[in-house]
């Protein structure tokens, strides 16, 4: 028998009601769960819902949400899989806790901010906005998606040894190219997260 988190369909996952119409979709970086990233979805905006599903993949035990074959080379077969698999539970669990999938921002970082990528270019219908930090080109499309009226924040480290720079910058030229509203900052540091990112992701936010 399956363990829940290998069961088709399902995640592990945080869910947290909001006070406003807006849900964040946390998708955090290898070796996180699913707890990881609330206090950073409290940062960006209090009163939203927060939905926060755990990767089922286990790289040496690590959770993410994808396999690679090597650092920064996915098994693209796998990530469109997974895509696809992740965008369906955000659809069922928007029925079932009452949520507007219209109104869904993913925030995700390093791998999981490449997932939500990968939903761009596959799924946009379930995600509004996307927050991206330290993410990569997860796939190339093979048809281009209509990405007008989302709107993508990616947040790079100038000093990032796990994503090069190029990449990021692909990425957002890819996701301006469908027709995103696409911001690109940059930030001194490297692969972690700093507060100036959570600050500019914020303010980009709520502006
Ligand atoms: C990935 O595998 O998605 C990237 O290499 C980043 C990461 O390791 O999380």
């Known amino acids: 028998m399956p363990k829940a988190e290998d069961s088709p369909g ?19 970086g290898t070796g996180g769960d699913e707890n990881d990233l609330v206090p950073l979805a409290r940062m960006l905006d209090p009163d939203a819902a927060v939905l926060s599903p755990r990767g089922k993949v286990l790289e040496h035990g690590a959770p993410r949400f994808f396999r690679r074959l090597a650092m920064g080379v996915f098994d693209v077969e ?6 696809h698999e992740l ?8 029925a079932e806790y009452g949520f507007d999938v219209r109104r869904v921002v993913a925030a995700g970082f390093s791998n999981g901010a490449n997932i939500a990528a990968a939903m761009l ?14 993410a990569m080109v997860p796939l190339e499309p093979e048809t ?12 790079a480290g100038r000093t990032d040894t796990m994503i090069p720079g190029e990449d990021t910058e692909r990425l957002a030229k890819m996701l301006g190219d ?29 502006r």
């Open 121 to 134: 270019l596959l799924r946009p219908e379930v995600l509004e906005k996307a927050i991206l930090f330290r």
């Open 87 to 94: 965008a369906d539970f955000v659809a069922s669990a928007a």
């Open 10 to 28: 399902r995640f592990v996952h945080v869910w947290k009601a909001g006070r406003s119409e807006r849900t964040l979709l946390l998708l955090h």
């Open 144 to 155: 281009r998606p209509d990405l007008t009226g989302r709107a993508v924040f990616l947040s």
């Open 78 to 83: 796998d990530l469109r899989r997974r895509t």
């Open 178 to 206: 469908c027709g995103a509203s696409v911001e690109l900052q940059w930030s001194p540091g490297g692969h972690g997260l700093a507060a100036e990112d959570i600050s500019a992701a914020r303010s980009w936010l709520i």
